[in-house]
T-cell receptor
């Protein structure tokens, strides 16, 4: 099925460990995004990539890095995980000027202990 | 800077009744889009409805309609004939339509509970 695929779905990390969240889309979309969702705060943008080869910071980029590997793939890396990064992470993609909204992945539930 | 405000953390509605979820926004963009998403307890984000800033008519999608009042900067979601399956979190969001990147900015969400 066409869409956005995120891996893993669940992850538990110890403080200080690193990990990479993977995201791939097969809709030939130009733009890709990483959000985090915390209770009572909606979804907040971490980083985005308007097109292949570009990345930009969103609202809450501290503690994260991203890589737009190619048009399909956009990964999010936590270099040294902290308990404050416990959250649900969503990847999304869209075409430029898309009026139908984003297509979201199913989310990654990350717990940092 | 763009901002979305949803002032209702939680709402209750009786099954088969209509409910309005409030959303106000702030932007200096001339061309923007307003979106509503539903997030059931399973966690996925489901796109419901879209309204463009230049659309003169309110958007409708089945039981969902968007009450767009541009001068008041509001974009309320109306769900008619509520069903038990409508119980979920609802997010209002907006984006600049024509700039590359087109970041989608979300409100805090409203949790809707439909009572039988």
């Amino acid at each position: 099925n066409a869409g956005v695929t995120q891996t893993p779905k669940f992850q538990v990390l110890k403080t200080g460990q690193s990990m990479t969240l993977q995201c791939a889309q097969d809709m030939n979309h130009n733009s890709m995004y990483w959000y985090r969702q915390d209770p009572g705060m909606g979804l907040r943008l971490i980083y985005y990539s308007a097109s292949e080869g570009t990345t930009d910071k969103g609202e809450v980029p501290n503690g994260y890095n991203v890589s737009r590997l190619n048009k399909r793939e956009f990964s999010l890396r936590l270099e040294s995980a902290a308990p404050s990064q416990t959250s649900v992470y969503f990847c999304a993609s869209s075409a430029t000027g898309e009026t139908g909204g984003y297509t979201f992945g199913s989310g990654t539930r990350l717990t940092v202990v | 800077a763009q901002k979305i405000t949803q002032t209702q953390p939680g709402m209750f509605v009786q099954e088969k009744e209509a409910v309005t979820l409030d959303c106000t926004y702030d932007t200096s963009d001339q061309s923007y889009g307003l979106f509503w998403y539903k997030q059931p307890s399973s966690g996925e984000m489901i796109f419901l409805i879209y309204q463009g800033s230049y659309d003169e008519q309110n958007a409708t999608e089945g039981r969902y309609s968007l009450n767009f009042q541009k001068a008041r900067k509001s974009a309320n979601l109306v769900i008619s004939a509520s069903q038990l399956g409508d119980s979920a979190m609802y997010f209002c969001a907006m984006r600049d339509l024509y700039n590359q990147g087109g970041k989608l900015i979300f409100g805090q969400g409203t949790e809707l509970s439909v009572k039988p």
